[in-house]
């Protein structure tokens, strides 16, 4: 049976300010959902609660039938919800194999010293299976292309297969070409079974990849559309309306 996370009446105040008000949704395996609004929408702040990494001020949020908001992003992790920042957080003087193992490192039980062939050769059979190509694994990842560092990025968020994976503008900074390559990832994930939230301003990629498209408007859900029903006319229009 496909997992599923559901949200219920999720709402978050920053002071006096209502970001988000009584957001319900519920989201299953094997589909990609966007998540689109103008600027302040409270995107962003949403796919942190379903992260962890914010508390709702109200609300539960369930993974299959357990409940798991309130705590923080190291739970949320364990249980298999993972998040892809917008400034993707890559450590960027440290080579590739650093970065996804960042804050996860292998070390022998005995002499506490770094195995760091072990988690190259995981890197390296991480990147094979996600489809990834990074000719020189060696560099610092600053020095890599954006596309490339954005798919490092979710490489780390797939070192431990989740159950959901958010992505906060996923291909906002990329040329073309390295859209098609962040697309083609999360196309794989999906088949994988994967529960994907995919927060973007790019609505040709939304629409070419997602299976529903949800707007938030001042903190509230305004509309919930299949992609398949839908156009960049009428989510132009639910944005802006
Ligand atoms: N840590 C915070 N403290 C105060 N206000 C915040 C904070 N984070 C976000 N906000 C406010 O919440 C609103 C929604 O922000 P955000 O979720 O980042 O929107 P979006 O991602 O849709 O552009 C904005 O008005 C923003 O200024
Ligand atoms: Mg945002």
Redesign the pocket.
């Known amino acids: 049976m496909s997992n599923s996370l559901t949200l219920e009446n999720i709402s978050r105040n ?2 006096a ?1 209502k ?1 988000l008000q009584d957001v319900a949704a519920q989201f299953t395996g094997g589909k990609i959902t966007a998540l689109v ?10 796919l942190k609660i379903m992260a962890g990494a914010l508390a709702p001020t109200s609300g539960t949020i369930k993974l299959n039938d357990e409940e798991i908001a309130g705590l923080n992003p190291a739970h949320h992790r364990a249980r298999g919800i993972e998040m892809v920042y917008q400034d993707l957080a890559l450590a960027k003087q440290h080579h590739v194999a650093a970065n996804i193992f960042l804050g996860r490192e292998i070390a022998c039980p005995l002499t506490g010293l770094l195995k760091t062939k072990e988690m190259r050769a995981q890197t390296e059979a991480l990147l094979e299976q996600t489809g990834i190509k990074i000719p020189q694994l060696d560099r610092p990842v600053g020095a890599l292309s954006g596309g490339q560092q954005q798919a490092i990025a979710i490489a780390r968020a797939l070192l431990v297969p989740p159950k959901v994976l958010l992505l ?1 503008e996923p291909t906002a900074a990329l040329a073309a070409k390295e859209v098609d390559m962040v697309l083609d990832i999360l196309r794989q994930q999906r088949e994988k079974g994967l529960i994907i939230i995919l ?1 973007s301003h790019r609505l040709n990629d939304v629409l070419a990849i997602s299976d529903n498209i949800i707007t ?1 408007k001042h ?1 509230r859900i305004f509309n919930d559309r299949k992609t398949a029903d839908t156009n960049l006319a009428e989510i132009v229009q639910d944005i802006v309306s």
Request: no cysteine; charged share 15%; proline share 0%.
């Open positions: 920053f002071g300010l970001v609004g103008d600027n302040g929408a409270g995107k962003s702040t949403l906060d927060v938030l903190g």
